[in-house]
């Protein structure tokens, strides 16, 4: 009983986060299980390879901030921006407290300039779909078709937003990180007071502007 659980799929999970924290990146998956007494088969009941591992991660983490939002009694009821607050508020919450690992992580992302982000390719699906929740529940409810919002165009800009402030994040020396809270606070409120008055192929082109400039530079 103990082998199996210390094989499940989250102990592989800590055991690799905290793995190449203290040492280094396995060269393979022999290795890496080799190094945490993890048997290979199982290992790949769960993954299927390192990369898999790594991508797997940033799904859990998003899994796990929909577990705590689903557990709000008051969520279902909140507008989308307060959802979409709430969401940003709790993400970079459990990223702080991982914050060693995801600072380790991104680094090799900015090895390559940002270009290929392939280790956030599961999370970006999932920060996506939540866009997409999001303003399809907003169009159920307006009575005009020239209110409703292009579905994709938004997502997309969703996920920019996102990565604008996980960047912000990542440079952010306050105290308490309390400046990455004002950046969710004023950048949400101005998207979605934005939406209402610009076109929505303008705000995704800023948002590519801002992502360029801020992340990719």
Avoid at 175 to 196: L, M, P, R, Y
Wanted: net charge negative; proline share 1%; charged share 30%.
């Amino acid at each position: 009983m103990a082998t199996a659980k210390k094989n499940s799929k989250e102990a592989i999970i800590a055991a690799y986060m905290e793995y190449v924290l203290l040492n280094e990146v396995p060269s393979n998956v022999f290795a890496f299980c080799k190094a945490n007494k993890i048997n290979e088969e199982d290992f790949y009941k769960h993954f299927g390879s390192l990369d898999g591992l790594k991508k797997t991660i940033w799904a859990e983490f998003y899994l796990q901030v929909e577990g705590l939002l689903l557990k709000n009694e008051d969520y279902q009821n909140y507008s989308s921006r307060e959802k979409l607050l709430t969401f940003y508020y709790t993400i970079f919450e459990l990223f702080t407290a991982n914050r060693s690992y995801v600072l380790f992580a991104l680094d090799e992302e900015k090895e390559h300039k940002w270009k290929n982000l392939k280790q956030l390719k599961k999370l970006k699906d999932k920060v996506v779909d939540f866009g997409t929740e999001l303003v399809e529940t907003d169009n159920e409810s307006a009575n005009l078709k020239v209110l409703k919002k292009p579905v994709k165009i938004v997502a997309e800009a969703v996920w920019l937003q996102f990565m604008f402030l996980l960047k912000f994040w990542m440079d952010d020396e306050s105290a308490g990180f309390e400046k990455t809270d004002v950046a969710i606070e004023k950048s949400v409120n101005t998207v979605f007071d934005v939406f209402d008055n610009t076109p929505l192929e303008n705000i995704l082109d800023f948002g590519k502007f801002l992502w360029k400039e801020k992340v990719a530079g």
